[in-house]
């Protein structure tokens, strides 16, 4: 699908009053599994019983905050529309039970206003609304994706290229490639797969690897955090760098991924009175400079 498709379209939605927003990112639905699974181009990494953790979401708004959809590298079209279905009905009824009232999903680099669009009108009952950005308030707190803040690093989707050609060219090294990953995985409790070393906060934090490298395989939070401490939001929320994180006037809620080996779960609540990191397993909530690591 062409990605040049509507990119100059500036959607925001502005929420004057601030009730209680709950902001999840980078779910990545419908990729190919990525740990030592044989490319049946049929299968995804999620389907729709796997969103049953977020069924302890409930909020007034709830903001899917970009790279919720990911088709870079699953090219079975009717496969993803049938998934696509069975998560949007599961979100229509949690919606209808009171979970949340308003749905709201932002764009990011791997899905375009232009893909949300289509996978909105899937289901028109369920009234997503769509946008680059939400902003709540008189200026009090801006929600997106940060792509637009720091680019990916140079390679994640060739990477993914490489790992699927791998597959179909020399199993035996794929089958390596995906068993480092899946050892990354386990030790780390972070998304890993061959090719493309992406283990989020442990690659982000670690002191032991020069920045220049790490900035070329992961999307380092470093610029984001900059972007929000001199920008004139009292507070901004990420995604995109799949590293949970919350420093002064900077909330991510990291990459709300259901893989193997993951460990971390978390949400950014946002009400009147604070915002903070929830970690949806456990309902502890953390304030800005809380260590959340276990
Ligand atoms: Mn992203």
Redesign the pocket.
């Given at each position: 699908m062409p990605e040049t498709l509507n990119t100059d379209k500036r959607v925001e939605i502005y929420l004057p009053e601030i009730t209680s927003v709950l902001v999840v990112a980078?779910l990545h639905l419908f990729v190919l599994p990525r740990l030592g699974v044989p490319s049946r181009l049929q299968f995804h990494n999620v389907t729709a019983d796997k969103l049953q953790a977020l069924e302890a979401l409930y909020a007034d708004v709830v903001v899917f905050n970009?790279?919720t959809f990911d088709t870079s590298i699953q090219t079975n079209i009717n496969a993803t529309l049938t998934r696509a279905v069975e998560v949007l009905e599961r979100l229509r009824a949690m919606k209808e039970v009171g979970h949340f009232k308003r749905l709201i999903f932002i764009s990011?680099?791997?899905d375009r206003l232009s893909v949300l669009e289509m996978l909105r009108n899937l289901i028109p009952e369920l009234e997503i609304e769509i946008a680059d950005r939400v902003v709540l308030g008189d200026n009090i707190v801006e929600i997106k994706?940060?792509?637009d803040i720091v680019q990916?690093p140079i390679g994640e989707d060739r990477a993914k290229e490489l790992y699927e050609r791998a597959l179909k060219e020399n199993p035996v090294r794929a089958a390596l490639m995906a068993g480092v990953g899946r050892l990354i995985s386990l030790f780390y409790g972070q998304i890993a797969y061959a090719g493309n070393i992406v283990i989020g906060g442990w690659v982000n934090k670690t002191r032991l690897i020069p920045r220049a490298w790490k900035a070329r395989v992961i999307?380092l939070d470093d610029e984001m955090i900059t972007y929000a401490q001199k920008s004139g939001f009292q507070w901004s929320a990420f995604?995109?760098t799949h590293t949970p994180n919350i420093v002064s006037k900077y909330a991510n809620p990291g990459s709300f991924g259901m893989g193997p080996g993951r460990k971390e779960f978390f949400a950014v609540r946002i009400d009147s009175e604070s915002v903070t990191l929830v970690d949806i397993k456990t309902r502890r909530s953390y304030s800005s400079g809380e260590s959340f690591r276990r």
């Open positions: 980078d970009g790279d990011g680099n791997h994706h940060g792509d990916p999307t995604g995109h």
